[in-house]
């Protein structure tokens, strides 16, 4: 197998896209290559000498991406990038779109080389989480908007922030996850830029070196908005809970103030459903509407405060 892919291996080639390989297209690649690839295992650690080092002379890199973040289950990935002669490795269990239109981009050009490959394909994967970051900004002027609306029903209100609540979960977990993502990018651009004996890396003389300090200030730039955005998930759930303890309080305030006012009616009945023998209204012939009408203004002066006071 070895023998076969490094006939079959054409000079020009200087990207190898790992997209899901077979045990044996990894052994080839190894042995063709005298490197050992990290298995997925690896890549998924989170300390940063496991997903940056060199070895073998060859430079590995390793970063987390989010994924199908249009989709109702977005989920992080991890790609791996391996730096071993004039060739670009790249490892991935997934098909995201910033492969795909680096693909495309290429088809177009020229032959690039292997540091134009790995920038294009980091700037096609910045471009994409600032895509997501300015979605989840409009989402949240959207729901900013209608949590602090006013709306005429209250049954429509309490729909409303219940609904504000799940969403603002959801992209509250979007945005930890994207911070993430850039951390992961930003260590992985100034580690391809690192001057380091050990494994090759892009040269500070060539262009492409050039090109990973405006990546650098996109990333910089997409780290403090994001953080603004989770700043704002936090004030705004805040916010929404907040505002469904005061329609809770409102509502036990209503039982509270209903209670009081017909506990005087209350009294009244109770008083006249005694069984005492000497009880003057009970033989009176107007003692049945006296004590409705008394029972009335026992209601209505209690009422009548309560709207005096601004509790109803």
Request: glycine share 4%; proline share 5%; hydrophobic share 40%.
């Amino acid at each position: 197998m070895a023998e076969e892919f490094s006939s079959s291996l054409s000079p020009e080639i200087v990207w190898i896209d790992l997209l899901n390989a077979t045990p044996a297209e990894v052994t080839a690649i190894e042995k063709h290559f005298g490197i050992s690839l990290p298995t997925r295992e690896e890549m998924r650690e989170i300390e940063s000498t496991s997903r940056l080092y060199c070895e073998d002379d060859a430079r590995f890199l390793t970063t987390p991406l989010l994924v199908s973040t249009e989709s109702e289950d977005p989920h992080s990935t991890e790609i791996g990038f391996v730096f071993v002669k004039d060739h670009l490795l790249t490892i991935r269990n997934v098909d995201p779109h910033s492969f795909k239109q680096t693909v495309n981009l290429f088809a177009k050009r020229p032959q690039p080389n292997r540091d134009q490959v790995f920038v294009a394909l980091i700037e096609a994967m910045v471009d994409r989480q600032a895509d997501l970051l300015e979605r989840l900004s409009k989402e949240m002027d959207e729901l900013s908007h209608r949590i602090f609306s006013r709306l005429k029903r209250a049954k429509e209100s309490e729909n409303n922030l219940r609904d504000a609540i799940y969403r603002l979960g959801r992209s509250g977990d979007l945005i930890g996850r994207e911070r993430d993502c850039i951390v992961g990018l930003t260590r992985l651009v100034q580690y391809a830029g690192h001057d380091d004996s050990d494994g090759p890396g892009i040269s500070a003389d060539s262009s492409c070196y050039q090109k990973l300090r405006p990546i650098m200030r996109d990333l910089q730039s997409l780290a403090e908005f994001a953080g603004f955005l989770a700043s704002k998930v936090s004030f705004m759930l805040d916010a929404t809970l907040g505002l469904i303890n005061i329609e809770q309080n409102t509502i036990v305030k209503i039982f509270t103030v209903a209670a009081v006012i017909f506990l005087p009616p209350t009294l009244v009945a109770s008083i006249y459903g005694m069984n005492f023998d000497v009880m003057p209204e009970l033989r009176w012939q107007l003692g049945y509407p006296f004590a409705i009408f008394v029972m009335a203004c026992s209601v209505a002066l209690p009422f009548w405060f309560c709207r005096r006071k601004g509790w109803l």
